[in-house]
């Protein structure tokens, strides 16, 4: 293998294969358990989030054949080959097979590329919406308002960079695997590349430390919301992938090519990392969903933490302001209105004539779940406050 002046070690064909084959394979396997679990095993219908994932997982797939078509053509992930007999003139006139292969199969991995990211981002904001965003209270969030202008952002993104890989050339497709002569007609890609790398860094951290804030203003034990947040930012990992990416592409338009450094070799490179962040942020976005079929008790019981707060805190704040139950209520009461299936409408008639009561929510030793306590008279488990109230947030918390 030749040797590189860049910091990042070059990689290697049977690498690029084996992250080609191997991610997308993962990949299928958790969509395909994810949607199991949201049809069969939950009896739920599919939302958006997973409509998204499905479609990440096609280009993400586009990623894969790419490599395998560029390796099996002895293109990607080997040295730059000069054309056979050519003198240096000719070279800029002139290219060969493998140097067009590798050319074309840049033009058609970056826009799939950019689709993949765009959609695996989409889904993970649309994920957080079912599980925080509510309309009980029948106004819009702070969430529900930043989620809103991030699917904007991340839509206009992806579109952006698409188009910008596809006609970068303009209409001209073919100057982009065609010899020097014909590329350099293109402008520089160096420019636009750095553009899309540092963004999608810049976007991948936004979009997976999105959903702490409210994680942390839940009330839960302090490890339960560590629990939460490691559950819920799995797919950071891809960051790593995402940065060691990014410096090679940097460290090529900061100093150009070295005398050790091969094109074809540094860009094959910048294309495997490529592939291992795209299979690492998709496979690891579905595991949070898969938590029913394979999650650990501690993960399962982080999960229903987190909706049964949600869940409270939605009837809390809603109910402090147009519902809140009776300080002098027994409990019988609130069991029966449980049993009848009462909704909101009904507990106005549990409403004091006088004076506020507030309400808290507080672990139960007995149970390991929040319960909510009326100061001095009740204490309510949380599953029959949500007896109670079935068709609030509670109810789409689940995820």
């Known amino acids: 293998m030749p040797s590189s002046d860049i910091t990042v070690a070059l990689v290697s064909p049977g690498e690029i294969l084996a992250a080609a084959v191997v991610f997308p394979v993962i990949s299928i396997v958790g969509v395909a358990l994810r949607l199991w679990t949201r049809i069969i095993h939950k009896k739920q219908g599919l939302g958006a989030d997973d409509y998204l994932i499905s479609l990440a997982l096609v280009f993400l797939i586009g990623m894969g054949i790419c490599l395998i078509v560029g390796v099996a053509k002895h293109a990607v992930g080997y040295p730059t080959p000069e054309v056979p007999n050519a003198t240096p003139e000719e070279q800029l006139t002139e290219t060969s097979p493998e140097q067009t292969t590798f050319q074309i199969v840049q033009w058609v991995f970056w826009p799939v590329m950019t689709l993949t990211y765009g959609f695996i981002k989409l889904s993970a904001v649309f994920f957080y919406r079912r599980i925080f965003v509510t309309s009980v209270s029948g106004k819009r969030s702070l969430f529900d308002a930043v989620t809103i202008v991030t699917i904007g952002v991340i839509s206009a993104w992806t579109s952006a960079f698409f188009l910008y890989n596809i006609f970068r050339c303009g209409s001209h497709f073919a100057w982009a695997w065609g010899p020097l002569v014909d590329m350099s007609k293109c402008g520089s890609h160096l420019q636009g590349q750095d553009a899309l790398m540092i963004t999608d860094l810049l976007t991948d951290v936004f979009v997976w430390v999105l959903p702490v804030p409210m994680i942390w203003s839940l ?3 302090l490890w339960r919301k560590l629990s939460v947040t490691g559950i819920m ?31 074809d070799f540094t860009v094959s490179t910048a294309l495997y990392w490529s592939m291992v962040e795209g299979g690492l942020a998709l496979a690891a976005a579905c595991l949070p969903t898969l938590h029913y079929l394979f999650g650990r008790k501690a993960m399962k019981s982080a999960i229903s933490t987190l909706r049964s707060a949600i869940a409270l805190n939605t009837l809390r704040s809603h109910h402090s302001k147009d519902s809140q139950v009776a300080a002098g209520t027994p409990y019988s009461e609130l069991k029966t209105a449980a049993r009848n299936g009462s909704q909101p409408s009904d507990m106005e008639r549990l409403r004091p004539s006088e004076g506020r009561t507030d309400t808290d929510v507080t672990p139960q030793a007995e149970y390991g779940e929040p319960t909510l306590t009326v100061p001095g008279k009740v204490r309510v488990r949380e599953d029959t406050v949500q007896s109670v109230h079935d068709r609030t947030r509670y109810a789409r918390c689940d995820v």
């Open 219 to 221: 009330g839960m034990p």
């Open 233 to 263: 930012m799995l797919a950071a990992i891809s960051i790593g992938a995402s940065i060691t990416r990014l410096v090679v592409v940097i460290e090529i338009d900061n100093g150009g090519y070295g005398g050790q450094t091969d094109p």
